[in-house]
């Protein structure tokens, strides 16, 4: 069996809080995450803007900082300040699907310019002493830009390009096409990481043995089971390795004591019904996830009291089986 290939949590705007990711590093795994993009307008203060990153969040697992918008030299400045606060790598954003975003040429907009790709990460390049990345999805309505992208942004001079396989279009339905990630493979001599429906070690197989890619990002399968990157390394080290929920419960209750301290009480068991939406994934498992979003719950204690012992049935059965 090959090395494990280097592991990714990836960006998710909304759901993958600063937060969210100082708990999960708590279990850990992955060697890198990165924050929810830093959207950079034209009208931006780069230097307040860089200011929002901290790169000790989740200490000692590095964390890079993604960067969204259109404006080269803006971005080139944002680069630059996220760089003299620590920053281990900087990640363009070319795969947001809002409309909010996109409807500013922002995100997956920048699809349908390759040129304009490879402008801004060769300015981002000129200022930086890190790695400068890109992470795409495979087009905007179709993959018919796919190759001119991927060449944009290795002809640029980025260190490594992550593809999430599905068009702006598709949003996050579907399933994630890997024969682009190969596509990518093939046609790129930088390194390619692999991205999109990714919730298994059987499914990190399936994608190293087809793509060849490099390296793996997860995002929503690392929400709906935070563990799995322990669980990857696992694997490839000792197949036979037990788990323990308790580590899950810790993991939860950091995740809860870390939310903002202006979070209302309601505010709180809206975001724990959020993530307890991911755990409660498995399809046997619906009607309690139903249940569970529509309940309603006096305290997030009252929330963990009634729902922690279905997610750790949840979680002996996945387990056991």
Known sequence: MRNCPKLYLAPMEGVATSFFRKAISLIGGFDECCTEFIRVPINANCKSLAKTY????????????????????LLQEVTAHLIERGAPRIDLNCGCPSNVVTGKGAGSSLLK??????????????VSQVPITAKIRSGY????????????????????????????M??????????VIKFAKEHLKI?????????????????????KCDAIMIGRGALKNPWIFQE???????????YSFDKTETFIRTYLNLMPND???????AMLKQLFGYFFWQPLWMEKRKEMLRGVYRDTEQFLEIN??????????????
């Open 54 to 73: 901290d790169k000790n969040t989740t200490f000692p697992i590095p964390q890079a900082a993604q960067i969204m918008g259109i404006d080269p030299i």
């Open 113 to 126: 310019t390759p040129d304009l790709i490879y402008q801004i990460l060769k300015k981002m390049k000129e």
């Open 141 to 168: 309505e179709d993959t018919s830009l796919l190759l001119e992208n991927l060449k944009a942004v290795e002809e640029s001079g980025a260190d490594f390009i992550t593809i999430h396989p599905r068009t702006k």
């Open 170 to 179: 598709q949003g996050y339905t579907g399933k994630a096409d890997w024969n």
């Open 191 to 211: 390194p390619v990481v692999g991205n999109g429906d990714i919730e298994t070690f059987d499914d990190v197989q399936s994608i190293l043995n087809l793509t």
């Open 232 to 242: 990857i390394k696992s694997h490839f080290k000792n197949p036979h390795e037990s």
């Open 263 to 269: 979070v209302t009480i309601q505010g709180a068991v």
């Open 308 to 321: 922690l012992p279905l997610l750790k049935a949840l979680f002996e059965e996945k387990h056991t089986n």
